[in-house]
């Protein structure tokens, strides 16, 4: 197919509004997902009901193995990608540094951080002209955290998103002349339920009060930038950084 994109945790929340507007604008979607299988396919029958094309694979980011069978699945069941959402990322419950211990850090930064460079790893392979491919788009999904530090939450969390923020950098420098585009969303308080994995499920409504626009945001808003970020009316965008914050 033309348009492949890849979708990590594109089960729920930003992930799932992501796989959808893709498939409205023409992609065929792996909706990648970890556990919650249910949601998952609740994504791709969604998709189909609209005339669009999806498959659910379950890969956990946080394994190699599961990375590279993921790439492997979407080359034979949709063929090559062009676009990769890294998207799937995960927060713990809401403490200061002193209160967290190593394996917390590792499961965030593991997931976060290393599940992004080791799917972006695998598009390269696929992507890049210096490999044969016919190049193609990244968007990694960072967070306002990066920014503003996440202080009495999840300091880790942002820390995790501030790699983000320089793997993008370096990344998009690293492969623009072999046809790759790199950039990153930065969503602000956005209605879904990592909030919940915080210890917080209505986080947003505490937290909307600081909000320029006095709201919080819907995962479509962030979708919308993201597929601007992978379309071809983003061609000489590279390693940019789109804020969907409501102005904060
Ligand atoms: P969410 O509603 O909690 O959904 C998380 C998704 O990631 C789910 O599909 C989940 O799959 C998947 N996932 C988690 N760990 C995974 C793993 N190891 N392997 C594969 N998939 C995994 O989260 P969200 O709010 O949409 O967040 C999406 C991204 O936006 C994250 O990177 C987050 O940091 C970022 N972000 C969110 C906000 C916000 O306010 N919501 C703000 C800034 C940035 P399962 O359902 O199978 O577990």
Aim: proline share 2%; with cysteine.
């Amino acid at each position: 197919m033309e348009k492949v994109i890849i979708v990590t945790g594109g089960s729920r929340g930003i992930g799932a509004a992501t796989a959808s507007l893709a498939a409205q604008q023409g992609y065929a979607v792996c909706v990648n997902y970890r556990h919650n299988q249910a949601a998952a396919q609740q994504v791709v029958k969604s998709i189909e009901q609209l005339g669009g094309y999806a498959i659910a694979i379950a890969a956990d980011i946080t394994s190699e193995a599961d990375i590279i069978q993921l790439f492997q699945t979407v080359d034979e069941q949709l063929g090559t990608v062009t676009a990769l959402v890294n998207n799937a990322g995960i927060l713990e419950q809401q403490m200061r540094v002193e209160q967290m211990d190593a394996a917390r850090l590792h499961r965030v930064f593991t997931t976060n951080v290393m599940g992004s460079f080791l799917c972006a790893r695998e598009a390269i392979k696929r992507m890049s002209t210096q490999h044969g491919g016919r190049g193609g788009a990244i968007v990694n999904v960072s967070s306002v955290a990066s920014r503003l530090g996440s202080p009495g939450e999840y300091v880790d969390y942002a820390a995790s998103k501030g790699a983000i923020d320089a793997m993008t950098v370096g990344l998009a420098k690293e492969v623009a002349a072999e046809g790759i585009r790199v950039n990153a969303v930065c969503p602000g308080f956005i209605y879904t339920d990592i909030h919940a994995s915080g210890g917080e499920p209505n986080r947003v409504e505490r937290v909307k009060a600081f909000v320029p626009m006095q709201r919080g945001g819907q995962a479509k808003e962030v979708a919308q930038a993201i597929l601007w970020l992978l379309s071809d009316e983003a061609s000489y965008t590279t390693g940019g950084f789109i804020s969907v914050t409501g102005g904060r």
